[in-house]
Each structure stands twice: as structure tokens, then as C-alpha cells.
């Protein structure tokens, strides 16, 4: 599986903006978004199984959201009322489980990545 993320800029706090995450190769059970800035450890804000479900970090629930348009193979993340706070550069992430509790927002449990997208927020 390749990934390739693609929406991040710049935005006024407030605004909003639609991360893209292109897919190529072998399906993924289980996609996710994360988030890091510089010296800090990367931080999963989002991730959505097969089943349609899905499960948000405290820091972004009700203002992100996650979800998979599987005809276009591409994941995506709409972010509302975005804040300073929000700033950092942002990836996604695929896996394959059988399982949706399996589906976690754990980095160390991915193995394939996108290159990213900076997001600021100022």
C-alpha cells in the first residue's frame, strides 16, 4: 500500500480545511490519521475500521472528522473550527486487521504511512 496526503496550508483559526489520503495497492482494514510537531511524539486523532466505525482523540471530537470514500480509495479528514493548537504536520496510515478493536490510534501499530501535509493554523 502507498499513501499520499494531500489538503494541508494555512487557515485562519476558525476556518476549515479537508485533508486527502490517496491509497494505492492492497486494501486496508483499518486507516488512520495522526499528527506531530516538532520534539513531540506523534499523536493519533482519528481512525475508522471497514465497518464504517469510527473513534476520535479528546482533542479533536466534534470538530474533525474522519471517513472513506472506497470507490475512490481515499480517506479523508474534514477540520472544523480549527485552532492554533492544531498546527502540526499531519499523516495517515493504513493496516490490515481482522478485527475492529485491533483498529487502534497507536503509531507503533502501523507500518504504512504517507509523507504528510502541514497544516498551520494561526
Known amino acids: 500500500v502507498q499513501l499520499v496526503e494531500s489538503g494541508g496550508g494555512s487557515v485562519q483559526a476558525g476556518g476549515s480545511l479537508r485533508l486527502s489520503c490517496a491509497a494505492s495497492?492492497?486494501?486496508?482494514?483499518?486507516m488512520a490519521w495522526f499528527r506531530q510537531t516538532p520534539g513531540n511524539e506523534r499523536e493519533g486523532i482519528a481512525r475508522?475500521?471497514?465497518?464504517?466505525?469510527?473513534t476520535y482523540s479528546d482533542s479533536v471530537k466534534g470538530r474533525l472528522v474522519i471517513s472513506k470514500d472506497n470507490a475512490k480509495s481515499t480517506l479523508y479528514l474534514q477540520m472544523n473550527s480549527l485552532e492554533p493548537g492544531d498546527t502540526a504536520m499531519y499523516y495517515c496510515?493504513?493496516?490490515?486487521?481482522?478485527?475492529?478493536?485491533?483498529?487502534?490510534?497507536?503509531?507503533?501499530?502501523?507500518?504504512?504511512w504517507g509523507q504528510g501535509t502541514q497544516v498551520t493554523v494561526s
Open positions: 496510515a493504513a493496516k490490515w486487521t481482522w478485527v475492529a478493536n485491533s483498529c487502534s490510534m497507536r503509531s507503533a501499530d502501523f507500518g504504512v
Open positions: 495497492g492492497t486494501s486496508s482494514s483499518c
Open positions: 475508522i475500521y471497514r465497518d464504517g466505525s469510527t
